[in-house]
Structures are given as structure tokens and as C-alpha cells.
């Protein structure tokens, strides 16, 4: 990928990602990790060009008829073999149903596909969440994907499996398809079970619903950071959404580890 066409899709003056080292990349590195201790969600606004923006969100339009149709209630965390009471927040199904294009679907040559596959960005968020080391997904299904929700489409309350997720908003309907989170709202000693229910019952009481604007490159904690995307309202424009998945381990397949679960489960692996 070439630095000016790069700069034809992502706002490298505002956002200097390619200059990590400089004073601009410096500030810009702490700002975002100041915004993700604070409140668990670090929104870049403006990161895309309004014009890259608009041909992303056409070409998904154009590959929908192709996307995979969910439409399955989910729990907000991991299946686990455990029972648990009925009504505890584990068992509380949510309504759950989008469209996706996989990995596999989206173009080589796609601009989406140029923002995940390039270098300074992977090394910038690496730094900006301080790990060691930060990949890509290996996921030939996973690694890239693109949601589409039309009408009554949501997905439900959840908690994401892995620490750190990247979006990129391509598109908003006319009405509903808010994202809402309850910023730490668990960690990895407390899972803080009540607050989770009060959150399920009263979310316009605890949890928040920050203006994203379309163009606008978040990084968010969903791993501790109870999450969900309201209902999208009718009308002719569905909302599209970007993700780029990136783990701390190489080699990651999301399908492998569900497998080798379900192989560990059957005592065969
Ligand atoms: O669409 C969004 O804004 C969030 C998507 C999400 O939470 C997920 O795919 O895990
Ligand atoms: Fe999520």
C-alpha cells in the first residue's frame, strides 16, 4: 500500500499513525489511551475521508445480497456448560439478528481491506494498547468483516470474547441502530453480575450512548464492556459497520478454537 494511496482514505494529517515516534504521534497515542482507561471507547471522528467512506459503504451495499443472515437470540457472554438459574444474567437471551459479509467476501482490492492490511495502523494500535505484540486475525471467515442491519435488526447485549475490538462506522440508518455500552462494567476478577442486570432492565439509565459519526475509527474494550446496537428503524438505508479483528497471539482462527473446544469437550483432542 503506498503512502499516497493511503492518504486517499485515511486522514493521516489529522491522525498521524504513520509517525508514531513524532510529537504529533506521541499525543495523539496518549490521547487515545487516556480515552480508553476513561471510559473503555477511544472514537477517532473524520479517521476516513467522507469520499473513501461513501465508496465502502456502496460496495458493501452491492455484496449484501451475498452477507450471511443471523437471526439467533444470544446471551451476552461465552456458552459455558455451567447452569445457572433462570433469570440469572447468563441464561437472559437477547434478540440478535444482522447480515455479515466475511473475510473471504470482501474484495482484495477493497479500501476497508487496504486500512486492515496496513502496517503502521496494526503498530499504532499495538502501542496504543501496550502489548507486546498485536496480529492480525488468521481468520480466513473472521479477520475482516462487514455487518449490515436493516429494519429490526440489533445485536443483542453482549460482551465480546476478545480484548480489544476495531470499527470503522461506513453508514447509519435514518433511525435506531445505536450502539450502547456500559464502560468496565465486569473484569476479570469481578463479573459483577447485579450491575449487568440493572443494565439489562434501565439502559437509559446505565448505559451510554456516544455519537458516532459515520467515517469515524473506534477502538473499544468489549471484553469487559457490556455492549449492544439498538434496533435499526425503517427506511431504505441499513446500517454498515466495518470490524477489524486483531489478537495478541499469532495464528488465531476464531472456527480452530471453537473446534478444539468442542473436541476438549468431547475428550477426543
Ligand atoms: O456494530 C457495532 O457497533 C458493534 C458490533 C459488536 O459489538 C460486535 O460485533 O461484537
Ligand atoms: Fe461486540
Redesign the pocket.
Known amino acids: 500500500m503506498s503512502d499516497a494511496a493511503i492518504r486517499g482514505i485515511i486522514d493521516l494529517n489529522r491522525y498521524p499513525v504513520d509517525a508514531p515516534d513524532s510529537e504529533q504521534g506521541r499525543a495523539l497515542i496518549a490521547r487515545c489511551r487516556a480515552a480508553l482507561d476513561d471510559r473503555a471507547l477511544c472514537a477517532l471522528p473524520g479517521f476516513v475521508h467522507p469520499e473513501a467512506v461513501a465508496r465502502m459503504a456502496r460496495d458493501a451495499e452491492a455484496l449484501a445480497p451475498e452477507a450471511f443472515r443471523y437471526d439467533r437470540p444470544r446471551i451476552a457472554y461465552e456458552y459455558s456448560e455451567e447452569n445457572w438459574p433462570a433469570g440469572h444474567p447468563r441464561t437472559v437471551e437477547h434478540p440478535c439478528r444482522y447480515r455479515q459479509l466475511l473475510n473471504y467476501q470482501i474484495p482484495n482490492d477493497s479500501p476497508v481491506r487496504d486500512i486492515y492490511l496496513w502496517e503502521p495502523l496494526r503498530e499504532f494500535l499495538r502501542r496504543v494498547l501496550g502489548y507486546d505484540e498485536l496480529h492480525r486475525s488468521a481468520c480466513p471467515h473472521l479477520a475482516l468483516t462487514i455487518?449490515i442491519s436493516g429494519p429490526e435488526d440489533c445485536?443483542g447485549w453482549?460482551f465480546?470474547g476478545t480484548d480489544a475490538?476495531f470499527?470503522l462506522?461506513l453508514q447509519m440508518p435514518v433511525s435506531g441502530g445505536a450502539?450502547e455500552y456500559a464502560p468496565y462494567l465486569r473484569s476479570k476478577d469481578e463479573e459483577n453480575y447485579e450491575a449487568v442486570a440493572a443494565t439489562f432492565a434501565d439502559p437509559d439509565r446505565h448505559a451510554r450512548r456516544p455519537e458516532i459519526a459515520t467515517g469515524t475509527f473506534t477502538l473499544f474494550k468489549?471484553d469487559e464492556s457490556l455492549?449492544r446496537?439498538t434496533q435499526v428503524g425503517e427506511g431504505p438505508m441499513p446500517r454498515i459497520?466495518a470490524?477489524f479483528s486483531f489478537d495478541r497471539t499469532p495464528n488465531q482462527i476464531y472456527q480452530q478454537q471453537y473446534i478444539d473446544e468442542l473436541r476438549g469437550r468431547v475428550g477426543t483432542a
Open positions: 455487518q445485536n453482549h465480546d475490538v470499527s462506522l450502539f468489549g455492549h446496537v459497520i470490524l
